[in-house]
């Protein structure tokens, strides 16, 4: 009787007292949580081509505590995902831990064949792993991402959030073997994949921009060059290209500088191809008649400064377009003392100095542009050749794309769109746009700028039958350790467009460090190489000369 | 049991009467039958049978269901990997660089000369053979990417 009493009260505690306590073990042990991971978008060239995919996979990891057999177990594991055996016995022989990486990103049949050994102690994860079909192609531009998926660089960092999606999850129930049980599915959130990106890079002639950077680059001798291919009109960066690149299918194998995206990322000193600012300016205020000479010496002393042409020559005549077409330091220099320092900086701004793009680049730089308040006395002749000023890449052609554009600036970006989920494409906003100068001026600048590359710096630049309209630029680089400009040491550039009567694109040509040190000589046959390639990929007819500027200095 | 139900239901025998009399009120009754079991016992077997085999009729499709789910999900990692694998193929196939060293391989290059012809609006016809000025480039450089 008090046996049967003893067994009736422990029925009453486990079934009333400990009840729901053992009910929540009971349901531990039967539910499992499951993330659903979401597959990451894809970054697509202009035309639909992946430059960027995520392709399924899966993670391999080791429960050390469940594996009985070591040895063998790492000598399976090593054979199938081509690993080292020793590491992969490490791995799963790591005391304390219940859960240690084996492989990440393994491709599913090659997983598959793990699995079907059903090795004690080894699991799976769904991931997925990216690809890069295209290589280093635009490398700098996309980035990469990291084991876990994220985005570390580039666009992938930028867009991480839409690229990503959101993941899901699943509670489902299982028997004991471990086998689900179909209808017992508890909570079901499927996953939302990413959004695709569609970028403004076409992959074509982003290709012809890098083949021909790198020979440009090789040719001359030099460390490195950028190389963009703009819309003036949409501000549609067409191709980006920085040498030396990376592939990003194995970023960790290339040296981290070669990760950065210098058009966007690094401030340089422009050299010449900043005389068009002064230029614009002045036409623009009406300071300086399009027929008016300036007596133009070799050297002017302005402080303790004394600047000089680069080429000899006495007191010569020139007119605007002549200070232009021969990159005159000099007549640059009068020309930006006739506009005022207050003038000259507000233009500085407006054509986007000082100031990031927009374009929401990681680590965009703004460059380098003082306030006007802590200018000294050499800063405006300075600043009007190209010195005392950081500028990026982009940044200087957006300034030659605002020229292009009829004296509007229009924000450049990289992005078209994305195609969302059902597969619908949904346009980027258009770019901002402000207007800089007038028509009229961006005309007048234009045929300046079209009759250097004729009869000026910039010969090697044209395209007999359209027409380029830019600007040569030579500047020293800093010193790395003190004050002063390095002697040997340069960047040569070439900036212009084309047809330069009727533009449809802007090509910024950048070496740094070139054995020839001219821009006309190293970065102007990069520039013709470039539009040539474009002018025919996007098919633009050619046009009318445009009309010879007023000038002085008698031509050829 | 039924002589006793008869009992309770017989009236007292008045004094002095002759028991010959009352005895003619009496009459057999039929003993009630057993009630049968074996009905009952069969329908309770059938029931549990249909029971038993309904129980492991649904194992068996959960079950069933089980591995057919298994069965599809694998299917899907498969078509998945597929397709992956043909998306994968298609976009290395149409990188520039391979396209470049293909036509390479087989010799192409591309024109010396690209001419472009400026269509009559009216005619609908060239206006002249050739009005365009060179464009072309030089084929894919070396070192591409």
Redesign the interface.
């Known amino acids: 009787m008090l046996g049967l009493f003893g067994i009736l009260a422990r029925l009453v505690e486990l079934q009333v007292a400990d009840a729901s306590t053992y009910q929540e073990m009971a349901r531990e042990q039967r539910l499992r949580s499951i993330v659903l991971p979401a597959s990451r978008g894809s970054i697509l060239d202009r035309d639909g081509?992946?430059l960027a995919?995520s392709?399924?996979a899966k993670a391999v990891f080791a429960d050390p505590a469940l594996v009985r057999d070591p040895l063998e177990v790492a000598r399976a594991v090593a054979a199938i995902l081509d690993l080292d055996e020793g590491e992969v016995y490490d791995a799963v022989t790591k005391a304390g831990d219940r859960f240690v990486y084996i492989e990440r990103g393994v491709?599913?049949?090659t997983a598959?064949r793990l699995e079907e050994l059903e090795l004690p102690g080894i699991g799976f994860l769904e991931e997925s792993r990216r690809?890069y079909?295209?290589?280093?192609?635009a490398?700098q531009v996309l980035g990469f991402v990291g084991t876990d998926g994220g985005g570390l660089e580039g666009l992938e960092l930028q867009h991480d959030r839409l690229l990503s999606g959101r993941p899901g999850h699943a509670v489902v129930e299982e028997d004991p073997s471990g086998?689900?049980?179909?209808?017992a599915a508890i909570e079901d959130v499927p996953p939302v994949p990413g959004n695709d990106v569609v970028l403004t890079i076409d992959?074509?002639l982003?290709?012809?921009a890098?083949?021909?950077l790198?020979?440009a680059v090789?040719a001359n001798k030099a460390k490195g060059g950028t190389l963009i291919v703009m819309d003036p009109h949409t501000g549609d960066i067409l191709a980006l290209a920085v040498y030396p690149?990376f592939d990003p299918n194995e970023f960790a194998e290339a040296e981290e500088r070669l990760w950065r995206n210098t058009a966007l990322i690094d401030a340089y000193e422009p050299g010449s191809v900043n005389k068009v600012i002064a230029a614009s300016a002045a036409v623009e205020e009406g300071l300086v008649p399009l027929n008016e000479t300036f007596s133009v010496p070799e050297q002017i002393q302005i402080y303790d400064r004394v600047y000089h042409d680069d080429h000899s020559h006495g007191v010569l005549q020139m007119t605007l377009a002549d200070i232009v077409t021969h990159s005159s330091n000099v007549g640059a220099i009068m020309v930006a003392d006739a506009v005022g320092a207050g003038h000259f900086a507000d233009y500085l701004q407006r054509f986007g100095f000082g100031a990031r793009t927009g374009v929401g680049f990681p680590g965009e730089s703004p460059g380098i542009l003082d306030p006007v308040g802590s200018w000294t006395g050499t800063t405006l002749p300075s600043i009007a050749i190209g010195q005392a000023i950081g500028v990026t890449s982009v940044q200087m052609a957006a300034v030659y794309a605002t020229i292009a554009n009829g004296g509007v600036w229009v924000r450049p970006r990289l992005v078209r769109g994305t195609v969302e989920e059902g597969g619908a494409f949904v346009a980027a906003p258009p770019s901002d746009t402000r207007r800089v100068v007038s028509g009229r001026t961006a005309q007048a600048v234009t045929r300046m700028l079209s009759f250097a590359v004729q009869v000026g710096t910039g010969e090697a630049a044209e395209?007999?039958?359209?027409w380029v309209a830019g600007k040569t630029g030579t500047a020293r680089k800093p010193l790395p350790n003190r004050l002063g400009y390095s002697e040997e040491r340069h960047i040569a550039s070439f900036i212009g467009f084309t047809p330069a009567s009727r533009p449809a694109l802007v090509v910024a040509a950048v070496l740094d460090e070139p054995e020839t040190v001219y821009g006309g000589i190293a970065a102007a046959p990069l520039f013709q190489?470039v539009a040539?390639?474009a002018?025919?990929l996007l098919r633009v007819?050619?046009a009318a000369k445009p009309p010879t500027p007023p000038h002085a200095v008698p031509t050829g | 049991m039924s002589v006793a139900r008869s009992d309770r239901r017989s009236r007292p025998i008045p004094r002095g009467r002759p028991a010959a009399r009352s005895a003619s009120h009496l009459r057999v009754v039929r003993p009630r039958r057993a009630p049968r079991r074996i009905p009952f016992l069969l329908a309770s077997f059938v029931l549990i049978g249909l029971l038993v085999t309904g129980v492991v009729i649904t194992q068996a499709l959960v079950s069933q269901g089980s591995f057919r789910m298994r069965e599809l999900a694998r299917e899907v990692a498969s078509l998945q990997q597929a397709n992956g694998d043909l998306r994968r193929e298609v976009a290395d196939l149409s990188a520039p660089e391979r396209l470049a060293d293909e036509a390479r391989r087989l010799d192409l290059v591309l024109p010396e000369h690209v001419y472009v012809l400026t269509v009559n609006e009216r005619s609908g016809r060239p206006a002249g053979s050739s009005l365009g000025e060179r464009t072309g480039g030089e084929g894919p450089g070396t070192g591409a990417p």
């Open positions: 081509y992946e995919m392709l399924p491709d599913l049949v598959g690809h079909p295209a290589g280093a192609l490398s086998t689900l049980i179909p209808q992959k074509d982003q290709y012809r890098q083949a021909s790198a020979s090789r690149w395209i007999p039958g359209f190489d040539r390639s002018l025919a007819p050619p």
